[in-house]
Nanobody, 123 residues
Framework: QVQLVESGGGLVQAGDSLRLSCAAS????????MGWFRQAPGKERDFVAT????????YYADSVKGRFTISRDNAKNTVYLQMNSLKPEDTAVYYC????????????????WGQGTQVTVSS
């Protein structure tokens, strides 16, 4: 089992920045690709970003490219999502997830999920 706990969400104004963290435990963190997903009220869970097991490859949804940055620190068993220039449409519950793959952008490929952290962006 891999346990994932997100933190760092909150209420901010448009244009502000937030840094989300996801702390992992239970299995060797470096064996998993990590991803961030988000789910807005009444909508399906969408892919946001992923990072490869060693951190050498990243991929972003078009909606966040250029504004968000995913990173990981395998020594600390932690993955981050730096969110800049936040927009009201970024409002959602953000989830981190772990996949036993080099990279993954499809939610069903992720075996482990955190409980989510709320990000609300006001205009």
């Amino acid at each position: 089992q891999v346990q994932l706990v997100e933190s760092g969400g909150g209420l901010v104004q448009a244009g502000d920045s937030l840094r989300l963290s996801c702390a992992a435990s239970g299995r060797t963190f470096s064996n998993y690709a990590m991803g961030w997903f988000r789910q807005a009220p009444g909508k399906e869970r969408d892919f946001v970003a992923t990072i490869s097991r060693s951190g050498g490859t990243t991929y972003y949804a078009d909606s966040v490219k250029g504004r968000f940055t995913i990173s990981r620190d395998n020594a600390k068993n932690t993955v981050y999502l730096q969110m800049n220039s936040l927009k009201p449409e970024d409002t959602a519950v953000y989830y981190c997830a772990a996949a036993p793959l080099p990279t993954a952008t499809i939610s069903r490929k992720y075996d482990y999920w955190g409980q989510g952290t709320q990000v609300t962006v006001s205009s």
